[in-house]
């Protein structure tokens, strides 16, 4: 008996009635200040998602045993950044309100801020985790509030003070840097911090975001800024695990641009990175 062919990420074929985590493709990068093209990440990465096994060694645990629906790419209005946040923001308040966890892949950057405007209605006493190359404090960018550069600016403005976690931060400019010592908590370069950070957040709503350009560019060249000294996957992937039996309430990862990496090895780094994100989620 033939039946519909549909594209789903691995193992990611449940039901959305039982399915606990839902993951879904923001494909937006219209404030892309450098390099676009992450608008194409979720679509790659579907396509891609077969060269990996289901199964993580490194969790012992297989990816077709969690409750993962697909619910494939939303259609973002491109022409006004404001409409596609609110697209965003629905799609988001749906899946809470099903009591499921929204998991997004972007797309850039600012897409996350969509998902948050749901997420802290839902939980006001929502915390903020984040892995990046960049700070995002910006106030504006070329004049613009409302860029991947001042996500975590417009994040702050719906949490507040000593909300916010930031791990990796490699580059900013100096008001960025100086704003953010009175507001948010910044570790630059890696991880260090985050496992006490873990434990301070114990029984919080945790949001997690993930800019995969905190991987160095030697692994993840794929991206629409590219910035030298980054972590690991082995890095990544530890620190993400030191984040499982947190309340994570939603998350995201963001800004692979798979053009410009065209042996296809950053859409790969990007897959396996999901896999085990939603394995640790399940």
Request: hydrophobic share 40%; proline share 4%.
């Amino acid at each position: 008996m033939l039946n519909k062919h549909v594209y789903t990420f691995l193992g990611c074929d449940k039901d959305y009635s039982e399915a606990k985590t839902v993951i879904f493709g923001a494909p937006f990068d219209s404030t892309t200040s450098n390099r676009p093209g992450a608008r194409f990440a979720s679509s790659a990465m579907r396509a891609e998602s077969g060269g990996l096994e289901t199964y993580s060694p490194y969790q012992d645990a297989d990816l077709c045993d969690a409750a993962v629906f697909d619910g494939g790419d939303l259609e973002l209005c491109f022409g006004d950044t404001t409409a596609a946040l609110g697209q965003i923001e629905q799609f988001c308040t749906l899946i809470l309100t099903d009591g499921k966890l929204p998991v997004m892949i972007g797309g850039e950057h600012l897409v996350t801020l969509g998902a948050l405007r749901a997420a802290v209605r839902k939980y006001p006493d929502l915390h903020i985790v984040h892995f990046d190359a960049h700070a995002d404090l910006r106030d504006d960018y070329l004049g613009a509030s409302l860029s991947h550069a001042t996500v975590l600016r417009r994040a702050w403005e719906l949490v507040g003070d000593g909300r916010i976690w930031q791990f990796g931060i490699r580059s900013g400019d100096r008001p960025e840097f100086d704003w953010g010592a009175g507001h948010v908590s910044t570790q630059k370069f890696d991880f260090t911090g985050l496992e006490k950070t873990a434990a301070a957040l114990t029984g919080k709503p945790v949001y997690f975001t993930l800019d995969l350009d905190v991987l160095d560019p030697s692994i993840f060249p794929g991206t629409g800024t590219p910035e030298a000294g980054g972590v690991s996957f082995l890095q990544l992937l530890s620190a993400m695990l030191s984040l499982k039996g947190l309340n994570i309430v939603g998350c995201d990862m963001s800004e692979l641009s798979p053009a410009y990496d065209h042996s296809g090895v950053s859409t790969a780094v990007a897959c396996k990175v999901l896999r085990e994100l939603l394995i640790m989620l399940s």
